[in-house]
């Protein structure tokens, strides 16, 4: 991979009041345990144990942190294991590329040129 280029992948879940996110770091390991393997735990896969909200965006938008209130009233729960493994089970996978970072390298070393 080129330097900064990197996969991003999250799943998306249409709630009945806003748009869910939670990010996915190996996408491999979540179709297995998508695909009936409980046993792969969800730490292999999830980034972060956190619930984003997108306010109606879908998976584009600001992500905010999906308050306790927010969750209990859209998922019955706030506990944030449970309401993750909804979202993993209902919602669909997203992926994209984030392109490699342009610009140079080291701009500090023309700084250092005497003249």
């Known amino acids: 991979m080129a330097r900064g280029e990197t996969t991003q992948a999250k799943v998306h879940f249409k709630g009945n009041q806003d748009d869910y996110l939670v990010f996915v770091d190996d996408v491999e390991m979540y ?13 292999h ?6 619930v984003f909200r997108t306010h109606n965006q879908g998976a584009q938008g600001t992500y905010d942190a ?7 009233s859209e998922f019955g729960t706030a ?16 992926t994209s590329e984030m392109p490699e970072r342009q ?3 080291n ?3 023309g700084s250092m040129v005497a003249h």
């Open 66 to 72: 999906a308050a306790k209130g927010t969750l209990e």
């Open 79 to 94: 506990v944030d294991d449970e309401v993750i493994k909804i979202i993993l089970t209902k919602g669909s996978l997203q």
């Open 103 to 105: 610009g140079s390298k």
């Open 31 to 43: 179709k297995k345990w998508s695909a009936g393997d409980k046993t792969v735990p969800l730490a």
């Open 45 to 50: 896969f999830v980034s972060s144990f956190k």
């Open 107 to 109: 701009d500090s070393i």
